[in-house]
Every structure is written in structure tokens, then in C-alpha cells.
């Protein structure tokens, strides 16, 4: 069983950074994007930032000049450098790997990690 495995999370003052990791405990083939995902207390998780393996990238608007995602994709491990942080990034950040097909999307899952900022 593949397994993602993240790590970096923390709890940080509000302006700080962190830096999270995710790799895969087993090779990956055929992975076409990696990414961060995060949920809140009470909110829908939603996307914060991927790495596709053309090399683009997508940022959730809220993130945009405060996190870089970046990685090696047929590596399978993907980072996500956090500055600037504020309380209304606190939530669980998982990691994932997605696999690409006609009519269809496969999932990878890490466990998630606890990001916390707070004074």
C-alpha cells in the first residue's frame, strides 16, 4: 500500500513561516499532478496549491505571494513553503497525488498535518 507521508506542520506566530514535505513511501507511476489540500474547523477542504507535472502550478487565490509550492513530480515529492502566515491558515494540510485518466481521477492521500498560527 502506497503511502504519502507528510511532515513540517507546527505551530507558528502570525508573519512566521513553515515549510511542509510530502513524499511517497513507494514509487508512483503516471502521476500527472501533487498538490496541498487543507480544511478547517467547520469549512470544506479546498485546494491551496498543486504542481503539475508540465511544471505549472495553481495557488488558491487566498495564498497567492505567500506560498510556493514546488517538487519533482516523477520523484514523487512535492513541498509547500508557507511565509506570511496568518490565523486563517490554521487547518489539517494534506498532501495528494493525482492520476490523470479519460472520465476518471485517482487519489493518493496523506494523513494530514496540523498547521496552527496563533500568538
Known amino acids: 500500500q502506497v503511502q504519502l507521508v507528510e511532515s513540517g506542520g507546527g505551530l507558528v506566530q502570525p508573519g512566521g513561516s513553515l515549510r511542509l514535505s510530502c513524499a511517497a513511501s513507494?514509487?508512483?507511476?503516471?502521476?500527472?499532478?501533487m498538490g496541498w489540500y487543507r480544511q478547517a474547523p467547520g469549512k470544506q477542504r479546498e485546494l491551496v496549491a498543486r504542481?503539475?507535472?508540465?511544471?505549472?502550478?495553481d495557488y488558491a487565490d487566498s495564498v497567492k505571494g505567500r506560498f510556493t509550492i514546488s517538487g519533482d513530480i516523477a520523484k514523487n515529492t512535492v513541498s509547500l513553503q508557507m511565509n506570511s502566515l496568518r490565523p486563517d491558515d490554521t487547518a489539517v494540510y494534506y498532501c495528494?497525488?493525482?492520476?490523470?485518466?479519460?472520465?476518471?481521477?485517482?487519489?493518493?492521500w496523506g494523513e494530514g498535518t496540523q498547521v496552527t498560527v496563533s500568538s
Open positions: 504542481l503539475i507535472s508540465s511544471g505549472n502550478t
Open positions: 513507494r514509487s508512483i507511476i503516471n502521476v500527472n499532478a
Open positions: 495528494y497525488a493525482a492520476l490523470w485518466a479519460p472520465g476518471d481521477t485517482s487519489f493518493y
